[in-house]
């Protein structure tokens, strides 16, 4: 009886670990990324935490597995370039001060993160502008303009395969207090929070489409459906608008709130941007 | 005026006479088809790459007619013979009279 219940324990677990073992995501052949992870101790409930890019289709997710194939690599390089280029007027580059943009590897794993001299919570864009403006004396970028995203994704792309490792104790907290708050409110004519699609229903459809769990650990993701690199507060505005609201903007105290809670509750996958999504 | 066209290739360093290889190419180009308009109603001239061009050794291995509808970074992959060493040559041809180039060397082991 003993031997029966164990021989079925043993068929359940195996049945569990043959589940959790779907395609698995090495970039250029020697990236291993994170995909699943278990989640988050804050986060109630969920228990595994995944990347979008379980969700896509199996030729949208070879796209990402060779940077010739990934076409967010094209901007990640265009940003490359413009990182030794000088800024506005100035003869200052990003290169000055940061010899190459391997030194940055691992930046973008703990942003959003908090900034003890201006006392707030700074995503990636603000800290490059903080840089363009205060360092180099040229004029800031818009915070979804091209060089930004341009800039952001070749950020991302030299961190790629680092978990996801954003602070929320400390002085951030309450700012991702606001963020989870906003994550958990209806907004908008169809009363849709961020959880009603990304929490309750993910890997349902919605309409034709695979709904993920809302993770930004691939952002600034290139997105088929428009051809560009697009960043996670643009995503954010596309996914309010959607509720039929009146969004926050980007750059805005809100969506930085939701970015850092958003990041947060993807702590333990690997950074993925560019990533690549229909 | 086209900016920021970057050719970019693959191709394996090394294959075995006779061997059948994939070749990869992809060139960053808005390929403004001409058909849209700006704000103030203007035609958006076009601007394309309308021919593109692979040899090997100085024979033609492919050579395309692109048109406008192709869409922006346009990628192109293929296969290809190779009974020797020598040089895949790439020739991109733009609207505005730009000629971009890019070889690549192979071993026949």
Redesign the interface.
């Given at each position: 009886m003993l031997f029966r219940t164990m021989t079925a324990m043993a068929l359940v677990l195996g049945a569990t670990t043959a589940q959790a073992e779907g395609p698995e995501l090495v970039i250029n052949g020697e990236i291993p990324i994170t995909t699943r992870a278990p989640a988050p101790e804050h986060m109630e409930y969920v228990r595994e935490v995944m990347s979008g890019w379980e969700f896509r289709s199996p030729e949208t997710q070879a796209f990402e597995a060779d940077d010739?194939?990934n076409?967010g690599m094209?901007f990640a390089?265009?940003g490359r370039?413009a990182f030794s280029q000088p800024l506005g007027d100035t003869d200052q580059s990003c290169a000055s001060c940061h010899e190459s943009p391997e030194t940055l590897a691992g930046a973008r794993a703990v942003y959003p993160k908090w900034d003890p001299e201006r006392e707030e919570v700074q995503t990636i864009e603000m800290q490059i502008n903080e840089c363009i403006t205060e360092r180099a004396g040229a004029e800031a970028w818009g915070y979804t303009s091209q060089p930004m995203t341009n800039m952001s994704a070749l950020l991302a792309s030299v961190s790629r395969g680092m978990p996801v490792n954003v602070a929320i104790d400390g002085p951030a907290h309450d700012t991702w207090l606001q963020g989870k708050e906003i994550y958990y409110t209806r907004y908008g004519q169809l009363e849709l929070s961020c959880a009603n699609c990304h929490e309750d229903n993910y890997g349902n459809m919605i309409r034709a489409d695979h709904l993920s769990q809302g993770q930004i650990n691939g952002f600034p993701t290139y997105r088929l459906k428009n051809?560009k690199l697009n960043s996670v507060h643009d995503r954010f505005k596309g996914c309010v608008r959607d509720t039929r609201a009146e969004t926050f903007s980007p750059g805005s105290p809100e969506f930085i709130a939701l970015e850092l809670y958003v990041a947060s509750r993807g702590n333990g996958l690997s950074v993925e941007g560019p990533a690549v999504r229909n | 005026m086209a900016d920021n066209v970057t050719p970019r290739v693959r191709v394996p360093s090394s294959a075995s006479a006779g061997e059948d290889i994939t070749i990869k190419t992809l060139i960053s180009h808005p390929m403004e088809s001409g058909q849209r308009k700006d704000k103030e109603g203007n035609t958006i001239p076009r601007s394309i790459i309308n021919r593109f061009v692979t040899t090997f050794n100085g024979e033609t291995v492919i050579d395309v007619t692109m048109e406008p509808a192709i869409s922006t970074n346009p990628y192109f992959e293929f296969v290809s013979k190779v009974p020797e060493s020598g040089t895949f040559e790439f020739t991109w041809y733009d609207d505005d009279g730009s000629v971009y180039t890019e070889s690549k060397d192979i071993t026949v082991e």
């Open positions: 010739f194939e076409p094209i390089e265009d370039t051809a | -």
